[in-house]
């Protein structure tokens, strides 16, 4: 009903947003929610989507920054004492100061970048990892070192330290919200 809807769509198996061509100065908005904390280049996804911008066009933005799940960070570390092993398990995030700084040399004017912490209550490790999984914020790196059945155990071992009374522990999320303007 909507004409020129498909050309808004992503395309089949997700964006890219670090290697695709959004054309020059063809969108007066590009929306990027949840998708650029897992680009390998986020620099140049940011001068991508500026360059697609019309002039006086807007980008919004939100991703999972630098900062996020300290209650899994740490029981992943003690598993890779655990083995004697540095592995990474998490990808890169950037914290907010970054992310203005990269929004500047991407080309962006009045850029703006905010930070928001959301708390969540898990009733074990087992749903935090559920969530994540839900949610498509698992580890995205290409490659990946599986956890073993030691390291899930002293993974679980860690995670009953930091467990409440109740059973509960919490876990935080730095959400990013980034906005600029095509000069």
């Known amino acids: 009903r909507y004409p020129g809807l498909n050309r808004w769509c992503s395309p089949p198996g997700g964006l890219q947003e670090d290697r695709t061509n959004f054309g020059v100065a063809c969108y007066d908005l590009v929306i990027a929610c949840g998708t650029l904390d897992s680009v390998n280049d986020l620099p140049g996804a940011l001068i991508l989507m500026r360059r697609a911008l019309r002039p006086g066009g807007l980008f919004l933005a939100s991703m999972v920054g630098a900062g996020s799940l300290p209650a899994l960070r740490l ?34 004017t009045l850029h703006v970048a905010d930070t928001d912490t959301v708390t969540a209550t898990y009733r074990g490790f ?21 956890v073993t059945r030691t390291s899930y155990t002293a993974i679980k071992d860690a995670f009953a330290a930091i467990v409440e009374r109740d059973g509960r522990f919490t876990e935080s999320f730095a959400l990013l919200f980034l906005t600029g303007w095509a000069p």
């Open 75 to 108: 029981p992943m570390s003690a598993a890779d004492r655990h083995e004697a092993a540095a592995v990474a398990r998490f990808h890169p995030l950037v914290d907010v100061r970054a992310t203005g700084d990269l929004l500047g040399r991407a080309g962006f």
């Open 126 to 146: 087992d749903r935090l990892i559920d969530d994540l999984r839900a949610a498509a914020i698992t580890n995205m790196l290409t490659t990946r070192r599986p």
